[in-house]
């Protein structure tokens, strides 16, 4: 119940700060990009996916970050967390109340929004006229957006870990973008780099034990939508990532000194 408390509070908080209507209308744009400007596919574009999932795999640590980036920090800035935690709150509660509000915030948001790019591409025919390339199969596409919300929440957890130990929000999300460098092109390059040292030039040719390690890279994600092995064993490795931050982020917090230092 406690939990449920600090959610109401969140949600109302984000609505009147117009983060949750500006997260709406990120998706949207997103989407829209993917679908109608130079941001489609490339060459080696298969199909109308590759251009959704490669845009989003970097908007989605977006999402994640600016959900989440004041999540600890931005309560100390505003000298609110000590008011709060004065109340008879659990810290634990608190922490896991503001990580299942902006679950809540991006992920319904997320899934909703690229459910209906589908059918729209669809039913608009744009795969056709504009690319001439076929839809995919739906659950092709539900894959995809599995892997997205889990990168999503992925980022939502990181971001409030940092969030507990830096200095600002600003810094929060500075340090949130460096840390999207796995969901960047620049993370292939490096799986790449990697790769080639120690002989190994493709993902089927990872030994098992190592690739839950790759569920952050894009790259990775972006195969796992092709291998049904690859597709659970991703999801797991980044809902099993989520739950570690989580913990460490609450052994953190319960230990914390909550006063802000100006």
Known sequence: MKIWAVLQREFLDNLRN???????????????????????PTANSTSILDPFFELFAVLCPLMGIFAAMDAIV?????????????????????LYGKFFTYVLM???????????????????????????????????????????????????????????LAWSTATTALAGIICMSPAHPVGGEILRIIGSMVGIDTFPAVPWLIRPALSIFGHYQKFALTSYADFWLCCASLLAITIFLLFIGRLIFARQNVAYRY
């Open 74 to 94: 931005g309560e100390k800035e505003r000298g609110t967390l000590e008011i709060v935690l004065s109340k008879p709150i659990p810290r634990s509660s608190l």
């Open 18 to 40: 117009l983060k949750l209507p500006f997260l709406l209308v990120f998706i949207l744009g997103g989407v829209i990009m993917a679908l109608y400007t130079e941001a489609g």
């Open 106 to 164: 991006v992920v319904p948001l997320l899934v909703v929004e690229l459910i209906l790019a589908y059918f729209w591409a669809q039913i608009s025919g744009i795969s056709t006229y504009r690319w001439n390339m076929p839809m995919p199969p739906f659950s092709q596409w539900m894959s995809m957006v599995a892997i997205l919300s889990l990168v999503a929440v992925y980022y939502i957890a990181l971001t409030m870990l940092i969030s507990m």
